[in-house]
Every structure is written in structure tokens, then in C-alpha cells.
């Protein structure tokens, strides 16, 4: 089991940044590769971006390239989401999401937060 805990959303103007974080506790987190994804109110789950175990390989979102990057930092279970040139399309639930192996497209990703509010306002 992995357990995984969101934080740093937060009302941000936009053309803001903000930074998101999710520390993992359980398994072993290098062993994992991770994800961030949103849910914005009356839309389906999204991806996001994603990062294999040792931070060798990104993918994002259409949506997000060049405004938002994913990293890791293994010595301390967390993940990140780094966000800039926030729109307020942007406004989502985001979750990060654990998975045993990185294989995009179709990522099996077997563990979920609870989410982080991200608003953004115009």
C-alpha cells in the first residue's frame, strides 16, 4: 500500500505560479512512478503530467507544457508540481497518483490522494 497526501493548493491570480506537493509513505517511493491529475467541477479526471522512478522521463499534458513541470525528490517520498502562467482553466482538484511502472499512454495507476484545491481567478 501507498499512501499519499497532497498540499500547496491554494486562490491564486492569474498569470500566478504555485507549487504543489505529495509525500508517499508505505512502499518504497523510488519504486514507483508518479502522477499528477485534475478534476475540475463537471468534468471528468484528467492527466496532468507524470514522472518515472528516477526522474528520467516526463510527460505532460497538452494543456500544461511549458507552464508546468513535474519532479521528484526520492530522499524525501515528494513528488512536485510546479505551475506557472496560471489560467483559470487551471481551477481543478488536483491529485497525484502512484503506479509500479510508467507506460504511457496507458499508465496503471493503482494509488490516489485526496486532492489539493488549486482556484485560480481572473
Known amino acids: 500500500q501507498v499512501q499519499l497526501v497532497e498540499s500547496g493548493g491554494e486562490l491564486v491570480q492569474s498569470g500566478g505560479s504555485l507549487r504543489l506537493s505529495c509525500v508517499a509513505s508505505?512502499?518504497?517511493?523510488?519504486?514507483?512512478?508518479m502522477g499528477w491529475f485534475r478534476q475540475a467541477p463537471g468534468k471528468e479526471r484528467e492527466f496532468v503530467a507524470a514522472?518515472?522512478?528516477?526522474?528520467?522521463?516526463?510527460g505532460y499534458a497538452d494543456s500544461v507544457k511549458g507552464r508546468f513541470t513535474i519532479s521528484r525528490d526520492n530522499a524525501k517520498n515528494t513528488v512536485y508540481l510546479q505551475m506557472n502562467s496560471l489560467k483559470p482553466e487551471d481551477t481543478a482538484v488536483y491529485y497525484c497518483?502512484?503506479?509500479?511502472?510508467?507506460?504511457?499512454?496507458?499508465?496503471?495507476?493503482?494509488?490516489w490522494g485526496q486532492g489539493t484545491q488549486v482556484t485560480v481567478s481572473s
Open positions: 508505505g512502499r518504497i517511493f523510488s519504486m514507483y512512478a
Open positions: 514522472i518515472n522512478w528516477n526522474g528520467g522521463s516526463t
Open positions: 497518483a502512484a503506479a509500479l511502472d510508467y507506460t504511457p499512454p496507458i499508465t496503471p495507476w493503482a494509488y
